[in-house]
């Protein structure tokens, strides 16, 4: 793609025109009641400018942060890409009574133009998991299909990383390398944009941007490089699919279980999590009954039930369950790890249970974080 | 179309096996579907109970006969306590077939033992008819059924049957025999000594994972080989396609994979898992 350009910060809301004015629904971080969540936004004021995450295990903050104008100063919130794609609840088909069977009218969902402006290296990973799972496979999902076949991504380098962060360890990020249209740099008084298909070089060149000089292309390197330098956690991901499957055994099953309260909040914020239950409702008459299918997780109590028996009853089971997948049997099932390096499960979690410490416990190191 | 969707089929015929089990014969609606609807023995359906819910269950009837398909249902749970209810006529929805079935093609020419447990053997049933419909093209077969009471001995006229057979062994035993027992005493794994195992034997199980690990333990350790040895793992299939994630061993969605998986694909996680 051709070399990258010059996009000065009061031109931000020339891009989200450009894309509203070519009929996409513009989403990007928002703030909302005291964290960030892709929503829409139609103008630049819509970001957090000059607000700072703080993240920690099971904790989470946001306060002004050292630049004013600062729009992507957020590095994330508890809400992935997962919802506008992968949706909470999905109508499917309705299933109408006729005489003494029924009659079947597929449903399909009003997906609107949808373009991400903010998207991170490691949301962008995970939606190129997403895809393989629901897209790739025997059995393509036609509902994530439709949410996903007109979607322009505008992704931010990071150039600083939350503490609970360890992109670097799962080789997603801090820099966004594919699956964006555009890519962006923030810096102090413009951005550096690189583009990254057709519909990218387009909306250059409908902006009109001139190249980014020399001085700001190193500036925009230096510090996508610094944040995966600072970037304090880390995961070691050596052997690991082997190591799950030979611990399944291990003692420190049962440690995290007394602190997993089986909430199901690391597989709700996990960007890539996709167990589903297929839920059938029938209206009071008993003329209609919609399936529809609803985001489910191997922590809820009646994931491995079947009649009369449930395969894991207990936390331990299923904390064992939800890592010995997302970093073990994900591999063998779609080709990469289940995480993306994202922490939101650490963040979010309620008692702040760490996946990067419970692998160093597994292993039998000390722990690994910051 | 999602993977999601019903199609109508009519119940045309219904066997009350006993008061909580009935075997089910049905037809496709759409003559169409009728006529491409192929299965292989050991896959399942989803049936669909309307306003009630879905649940997997095999198919149990010759492959050789596609344009209809029985299924064994056993009074389980809410779902199938309605479908008890299913009257000849009744429309009905199923989608399938799917997973992977008994490795009947690849047993043909060699001895066949059958370990079931408990009260789910309806899957194995399939294939020990099948093997005596064309009983010249299989060697010995062997048949091992273990239940926990002698009240829990279903089809005992059936296994009576079979046991007429050539080239045909039956052994039945009861955890907590009564007087009236009159086959063996104890778990199936007891009874593995009775067994003639040969080079060419291939196993098929089915019953309580817990059962099944413990069985193809000892028949690994007697010298069958691990990927002579499958297994029938029902687990909690919702979507039936790979997707929805409830029916994870391990790395295996048992509903594409399984249900009939090798031993050696799922050895260790049945050992931490199995219940």
Same mark, same amino acid.
């Given at each position: ?77 508890a809400g992935s890409l997962k919802p506008f794609f992968f949706a909470a609840e999905e109508p499917l088909l309705a ?29 962008? @990973? ?24 007109d979607v322009l991504l505008i992704a931010v380098h990071c150039t600083r990383a939350a503490d609970t962060c360890f ?13 964006? *249209? ?7 008084? @413009? ?27 190193? *500036? ?15 995961? @070691? ?42 839920? *059938? ?5 008993? @003329? ?83 | ?93 199923? #989608? ?66 079979? #046991? ?70 029902? #687990? ?20 594409t994979q399984g249900p009939v998986l090798p031993w050696s694909a799922v050895r260790p996680w049945l050992a931490a898992?199995?219940?």
């Amino acid at each position: 793609m051709s070399a990258p350009r010059l996009l000065p910060t009061a031109r931000l809301d020339a891009l989200i025109a450009a894309l509203r004015g070519r009929g996409y629904t513009v989403i990007g971080p928002t703030e909302r009641d005291g964290g960030v969540v892709f929503a829409e936004v139609a103008a630049a004021a819509d970001l957090p400018r000059g607000r700072r995450d703080a993240q920690a295990p099971g904790r989470y903050r946001l306060a002004a942060g050292a630049a004013a104008g600062e729009a992507f100063g957020v590095v994330n919130g508890a809400g992935s890409l997962k919802p506008f794609f992968f949706a909470a609840e999905e109508p499917l088909l309705a299933l109408h009574r006729r005489g003494r069977g029924f009659a079947v009218e597929p449903l399909a969902p009003a997906a609107p133009k949808l373009a991400v402006l903010g998207a991170r290296a490691c949301d962008l @990973a995970a939606l190129a998991m997403q895809d393989r799972i629901f897209l790739r496979g025997p059995h393509p999902d036609a509902h994530y299909a439709a949410r996903r076949a007109d979607v322009l991504l505008i992704a931010v380098h990071c150039t600083r990383a939350a503490d609970t962060c360890f992109c670097v360890s799962m080789r997603t990020g801090p820099r966004a390398e594919r699956g964006f *249209d555009l890519a962006l740099t923030e810096l102090p008084d @413009a951005f550096v944009v690189e583009t990254g298909s057709a519909a990218g070089e387009s909306l250059v060149a409908e902006l009109g941007l001139a190249s980014a000089d020399a001085a700001r292309r190193d *500036d925009a390197q230096q510090r996508v490089a610094d944040c995966a330098g600072h970037m304090g956690r880390r995961l @070691a991901t050596r052997d690991l699919p082997a190591l799950l499957a030979a611990r399944q055994g291990d003692a420190q099953w049962a440690d995290v279980a007394q602190r997993c309260l089986s909430c199901t909040s690391c597989t709700m914020v996990c960007p890539t999590c996709f167990c589903h239950a297929v839920v *059938d409702r029938t209206a009071l008459d008993g @003329a209609t009954t919609e399936r529809s299918r609803c985001w489910d997780s191997c922590f809820s109590h009646a994931h491995a039930h079947i009649a009369g028996k449930n395969f894991r009853p207990t936390v331990r089971e299923r904390y064992r369950m939800w890592l010995t997948h997302k970093l073990g049997t994900w591999v063998e099932q779609f080709g990469d790890s289940g995480c993306v390096g994202c922490g939101r499960c650490i963040t979010w979690c309620p008692t702040g249970i760490d996946l990067t410490a419970e692998v160093a416990a597994l292993r039998g190191e000390p722990e690994a974080g910051p | 179309m999602t993977p999601y969707a019903l199609h109508p089929a009519r119940i045309v015929a219904r066997h009350d096996d006993t008061p909580t089990i009935a075997t089910f014969t049905l037809r496709f609606t759409d003559a169409a579907r009728r006529r491409a609807y192929r299965f292989a023995l050991g896959q399942f359906n989803m049936l669909y109970a309307y306003g009630v819910g879905e649940v997997p269950i095999s198919i149990v009837s010759d492959p050789e006969q596609p344009q209809h398909f029985d299924h064994t249902i056993r009074r389980a749970g809410r779902v199938t306590t309605v479908m008890l209810a299913w009257r000849v006529g009744d429309v009905v929805g199923v #989608r399938g077939p799917y997973g992977v079935g008994w490795p009947v093609e690849a047993a043909r020419g060699r001895d066949v033992i059958i370990v079931t447990g408990g009260l789910g053997c309806a899957p194995v049933v399939g294939v020990i008819n099948y093997i005596f419909r064309r009983r010249d093209a299989y060697g010995d077969l062997q048949i091992v059924h273990g239940v926990r009471t002698a009240n829990d001995l279903l089809y005992r006229e059936r296994f009576d049957a079979w #046991r007429d057979h050539p080239r045909t062994r039956v052994y039945l035993t009861a955890d907590q025999p009564d007087r009236t027992w009159r086959y063996y005493s104890g778990v199936v794994t007891e009874l593995f000594d009775e067994l003639a195992i040969t080079p060419s034997t291939i196993v098929m199980m089915c019953g309580p994972e817990v059962m099944m690990h413990h069985a193809a333990r000892l028949l690994g350790a007697k010298g069958v080989a691990a990927d002579a040895i499958f297994v029938s793992v029902e #687990r909690n299939m919702q979507c039936a396609v790979g997707l929805c994630g409830h029916c994870q061993l391990g790395p295996h969605f048992t509903c594409t994979q399984g249900p009939v998986l090798p031993w050696s694909a799922v050895r260790p996680w049945l050992a931490a898992e199995a219940r």
